[in-house]
């Protein structure tokens, strides 16, 4: 096998460590913060392309740079915009979040 076949597929390093792809209609929706927009971006990475991430508020607080608190105004404010729901499972265990696409019967202004 040559050098060239041995070669990962990936040679980007920020490849290999995934990306996210955020729906236009949220990165777009002027009545979410922008703080709001990009925690989405956040759960959909942590849901790795499942419709729904078993995650706790502490390991999203982490990852965002914020508090526990902050994440959950940043839940709250995409709950009401119906983006997120979510599952308690009880003490000390994370929440299952669901993850909700953007509706298309909301106007998009750029």
Same mark, same amino acid.
């Given at each position: 096998?040559? =050098?060239? /076949?041995?070669a990962?597929?990936?040679?980007?390093?920020?490849l290999?460590?995934?990306?996210? $792809?955020v729906?236009?209609?949220?990165?777009?929706?002027?009545?979410?913060?922008?703080? $709001?927009?990009?925690?989405?971006?956040?759960?959909? =990475?942590?849901a790795?392309?499942?419709?729904?991430?078993?995650?706790?508020? /502490?390991?999203?607080?982490? $990852?965002?740079?914020?508090?526990?608190?902050?994440?959950r105004?940043?839940l709250? /404010?995409?709950?009401?915009?119906?983006?997120v729901?979510?599952?308690?499972?009880?003490?000390?265990?994370?929440?299952?979040?669901?993850?909700?696409?953007?509706?298309a019967?909301?106007?998009?202004?750029?």
């Amino acid at each position: 096998m040559s =050098a060239e /076949e041995k070669a990962p597929a990936i040679q980007d390093a920020m490849l290999e460590n995934g990306f996210t $792809a955020v729906p236009n209609g949220v990165i777009f929706d002027s009545g979410l913060s922008m703080a $709001a927009r990009c925690f989405y971006a956040v759960l959909l =990475a942590f849901a790795r392309g499942d419709s729904k991430c078993v995650v706790g508020q /502490e390991e999203l607080a982490r $990852a965002c740079g914020c508090t526990d608190r902050t994440v959950r105004k940043y839940l709250d /404010e995409l709950r009401e915009h119906g983006l997120v729901s979510w599952v308690q499972r009880g003490l000390n265990m994370p929440n299952v979040y669901r993850i909700h696409g953007f509706s298309a019967d909301k106007t998009v202004h750029r």
